[in-house]
């Protein structure tokens, strides 16, 4: 079983987003970065299988060399590669190429990635993978078992309910919780994955199809107006009548 | 050239967010100077259709193939991209949905085209530059993107248009991409839904959302009898559904649901920055906590310091008191 998992570098969680003076780039001034929360459903996911079933977990991810520190760190928790194509993601459709030529190098049975980055949030490169090489795209999956060495039973979420889907391998499905319970890495698994091996290779010739042209923040509050815990039953009169939302 | 939507159904009605959807198209097209259509797959009435006419949509394509009943991905392509063609479409709009983000996807490869998830507004249309706002860092900035191929696909974020109503009535024509077996060789085993009163989470106007500070699941029906009378849906922070208080798909913050309604409610959650992401574009949020250092009030439009299980029952009662 060959599994490969494609994991994005994204600010951490409790980053305080700024943009440069000109508002054209991501300021990373003081900013940690993180394995894509989302991302670590789908690699602690394939470790699993890969512990029950066998075979190799791949790491993949298309970013600079900045972002070697986290591919090292999912080796540590349990990916046996790690495979780098050396470019600024520059969009969506960008990625997926980079993910489906790679996946077309190596012919992989799962492929795995969190339901969307959080940083652009754009829940797009799993189906566009998908597209690409012609094979099922389940997404965004919460629960992921192989019945037999062909067939995978997954179940995902859809808007008031879920579907339970049986799929050929290969496939590609996007991770959410509760697929998995992320894990730490120990001190052995951050001593091998020093050695394990970590690839770069360069980025097909692929083209964009969206331009970032400019980043704002959403305006600011106007201040909470805080109601007397006593007369409660005032929140609901100020919703109807002056925030005018009931 | 012209402006093509996809309107998803729900019980056999045009679901909210579709509306939205249609709304969006029928003002792109008025910006363009051109003609909106939709299209429709699977259980929607035919009237539920027809009265798209209000959003503006002049005529909806139908493709009523019974094996279109549950969500397929190629099959569902494949019938969208035939109305492209019939309709030389320019512009695609689709909600943000689960289905519509997959479809969006699929079509953007197969046709070449931009797209667009998370979109907040209507775009910028200058000469031939086409330029959208989206939702980026987890609802914590907005980014302006250009959408340089065509088709220009749009997946708009829930509840960020105001649907319109005031139009004709749509015409319904059936359209059919002759569609085979192998198109539906990734057929779901078995759909289950949610028992629910009828809000969606994903689609509601105002959601009761509830924390740690419910001390315990026998607690909910506070939570509960209120979005009742509110006619609101239910959530609940991160910890909650963590300790099994509450299903995961309730789940609002950056690694759950991310919501986007007029009113967001929130109860006993302190507001950590994490859950913050999943509501922060609210329209309006109201934090009840007992802690008045509780993070959430900052982000807050109303608040209220004090215990939940003796300020709840006072916004049940009149919320009761309200003429619905």
């Known amino acids: 079983m060959k599994i490969l998992v494609c994991i994005s570098n994204v600010p951490d969680t409790t980053s305080k987003i700024n943009f440069t003076a000109d508002n054209k780039e991501f300021d990373k001034t003081g900013v940690q970065y993180v394995i894509n929360p989302w991302d670590e459903y789908a690699l602690t996911r394939a470790i699993e299988l890969k512990e029950a079933k066998g075979g190799t977990v791949t790491v993949l991810n298309v970013g600079e060399a900045d972002s070697e520190p986290n ?97 050929k391998l290969p496939f590609i499905a996007s991770a959410q919780q509760p697929m998995s319970e992320p894990r730490i890495p120990n001190m052995r698994g951050i001593m091998t994955a020093r050695t394990k091996p970590l690839k770069v290779v360069e980025p097909t010739g692929a083209d964009t199809k969206v331009d970032y042209v400019n980043y704002s923040k959403p305006e600011k509050k106007g201040g909470v107006k805080m109601i007397d815990p006593e007369n409660a039953g005032e929140l609901i009169k100020l919703l109807r009548n002056e925030a005018k939302v009931l | 050239m012209s402006v093509l939507v996809f309107v998803e159904g729900l019980n056999g009605e045009v679901k909210k967010s579709s509306l939205e959807a249609a709304t969006y198209g029928s003002q792109v097209a008025q910006q363009l100077g ?83 998830t998370n979109v907040t507004a209507l775009p910028k249309i200058e000469g031939d530059s086409f330029t959208v706002t989206r939702g980026v860092f987890s609802g914590k900035a907005l980014a302006d993107v250009a959408l340089t191929a065509d088709p220009k696909i749009i997946a708009i974020k829930k509840n960020s248009i105001d649907i319109t109503s005031g139009g004709g009535t749509a015409t319904v024509e059936n359209i059919s991409a002759e569609l085979t077996d192998a198109d539906f060789s990734e057929k779901p085993k078995e759909t289950v839904m949610q028992e629910t009163d009828g809000v969606l989470l994903p689609e509601a106007a105002i959601v009761v959302s509830g924390g740690r500070g419910m001390k315990g699941p026998e607690n909910w ?65 109201v934090v009840i906590n007992k802690d008045p250092e509780a993070p959430f009030f900052k982000a807050a439009d109303y608040g209220i310091v004090g215990d939940a299980f003796e300020v709840v029952p006072k916004l049940i009662e009149a919320a009761k008191a309200l003429d619905k």
């Open chain 2, 34 to 116: 051109t003609t909106v259509t939709a299209v429709a797959i699977g259980e929607v009435k035919e009237d539920a259709l027809a009265r798209l006419g209000e959003q503006g949509i002049s005529k909806v394509l139908y493709d009523g193939d019974e094996r279109l009943s549950q969500f397929v991905a190629n099959a569902y392509v494949k019938v969208i991209a035939k109305a492209v063609e019939q309709e030389n479409a320019r512009v695609l709009v689709f909600s943000n949905s689960n289905i519509g983000a997959a479809i969006g996807a699929k079509l953007a490869v197969r046709l070449n085209g931009s797209l667009a």
């Open chain 1, 71 to 167: 591919i090292r760190k999912a080796l540590a928790i349990g990916a046996d590669d790690a495979i780098r194509v050396n470019a600024y993601p520059k969009d969506s459709f960008f990625v997926a190429q980079q993910i489906a030529a790679v996946a077309k190098e190596n012919s992989y049975d799962v492929i795995l990635m969190g339901k969307e980055s959080i940083d652009f949030n754009g829940s797009q490169v799993h189906n566009m993978v998908g597209e690409l090489l012609g094979i099922p795209a389940v997404v965004p999956a919460f629960k992921l078992d192989l019945l037999d060495d062909s067939t995978a039973r997954l179940e995902r979420e859809i808007e008031g309910g879920k579907e339970v889907v049986e799929v």
């Open chain 2, 221 to 285: 029906h506070l939570i509960e009898d209120l979005a009742k009378e509110l006619g609101a849906a239910t959530a609940c922070s991160k910890p909650v559904s963590d300790m099994d208080w509450r299903p995961h798909h309730e789940h609002v913050g950056q690694t759950g649901i991310t919501v986007s309604p007029n009113l967001y409610i929130a109860i006993g959650i302190s507001g950590a920055i994490q859950h913050l992401a999943g509501v922060n574009s609210s329209k309006v949020i």
